[in-house]
């Protein structure tokens, strides 16, 4: 879990140019009734994810998030209701036209924002910036699952059936001006790292120039590796939490895995079977599957 258990003294320190009083230091204490609670830490890995991928925590301490899917960011809102009570008047969903149309959901909590950027969510362009994975989500198992979720519904790619019954590429990929590479690529280890923890198997990392509406900028990336079993594990382990559209098409995909994941056959016990006087065609037909599956395996050294 978290290094040290996060405090009022933690967020009083963010209010750097502010001679804060009496009364204004008590209605920050009131105000952070409840948002301190180690039970909330999931939901803030969840969020930190979120912000590191297209998110965003203004130097005022305001969260943005910005989708084209207008429905996501309801679930969005709702989840942080349901999770930190916040106030729903304190969040605002509006439509933002700047080249097409999508839709921004701002979070109106400046104490929800400093403790965000107190566990580790980046303030500012990311692009310009190291954003390593805070230490204390490392350290925990779930806080990472949820980190993960939080990050992976914004920046992989979509999972889904391409050809026949096979996905296609699964990428995870991000871009920083040249000279944060380093950083990224210390920042893609890690989630590569912790994807690995839950046994998702990843490529190596690899480079790729990138330029898009006139930015310039690097881009460093990794696929999960999308044979049946591995991507079957990641929905499994992992998946997606409110990103209804990965979500959909995650399960449609896996549905089609598991009913054409070649099963797991004991050589032993086929052998077994054929010394008692059993056909491969009766083999087949008791356990499920061809015959000439039956003779790949009783044919291996």
């Known amino acids: 879990m978290i290094v040290k258990?996060?405090?009022?003294?933690?967020?009083?320190?963010?209010?750097?140019?502010?001679?804060?009083?009496?009364?204004?230091?008590?209605?920050?204490?009131?105000?952070?009734?409840?948002?301190?609670?180690?039970?909330?830490?999931?939901?803030?890995?969840?969020?930190?994810?979120?912000?590191?991928?297209d998110g965003h925590l203004s130097k005022h301490y305001e969260i943005y998030f910005i989708t084209n899917k207008m429905k996501n960011l309801f679930d969005l809102k709702r989840f942080l209701v349901h999770n930190l009570n916040i106030l729903k008047k304190s969040i605002s969903i509006k439509m933002k036209k700047s080249r097409g149309c999508s839709y921004v959901l701002r979070i109106h909590h400046a104490l929800l924002g400093r403790i965000l950027f107190i566990l580790g969510a980046p303030m500012g362009k990311k692009t310009t910036q190291p954003t390593p994975v805070p230490y204390w989500i490392l350290c925990s198992k779930e806080c990472s699952r949820m980190f993960l979720r939080g990050i992976l519904e914004d920046e992989l790619s979509t999972i889904k059936i391409e050809s026949k019954n096979h996905v296609g590429k699964v990428r995870f990929k991000i871009v920083k001006n040249e000279d944060q590479l380093y950083n990224l690529r210390k920042f893609l280890l890690q989630i590569k790292s912790m994807l690995e923890r839950f046994g998702v198997e990843c490529?190596?990392?690899?480079?790729?120039?990138?330029?898009?509406?006139?930015?310039?900028?690097?881009?460093l990336y990794f696929d999960i590796c999308r044979n049946k079993k591995n991507i079957l594990r990641f929905k499994d382990q992992i998946g997606f939490l409110l990103e209804r559209d990965k979500i959909k098409k995650l399960n449609e995909a896996c549905k089609i895995l598991k009913t054409t994941l070649k099963r797991s056959l004991d050589r032993g016990q086929l052998l077994a079977l054929r010394a008692n006087g059993c056909s491969m065609r009766k083999i087949a037909n008791r356990l499920g599957v061809s015959k000439s599956t039956i003779f790949r395996h009783l044919s291996l050294h």
């Not at 258990?5 to 750097?16: A, E, R, W």
């Not at 180690?38 to 890995?45: E, G, I, P, R, V």
């Not at 898009?212 to 690097?218: E, R």
């Open 203 to 219: 490529t190596k990392i690899s480079y790729k120039p990138y330029l898009s509406k006139g930015q310039v900028g690097k881009s």
């Open 5 to 53: 258990p996060l405090s009022f003294g933690d967020v009083k320190k963010t209010y750097h140019y502010k001679t804060l009083t009496p009364n204004h230091l008590n209605c920050i204490k009131s105000n952070l009734k409840g948002l301190l609670a180690t039970s909330h830490l999931k939901t803030y890995a969840y969020l930190v994810g979120k912000i590191m991928g």
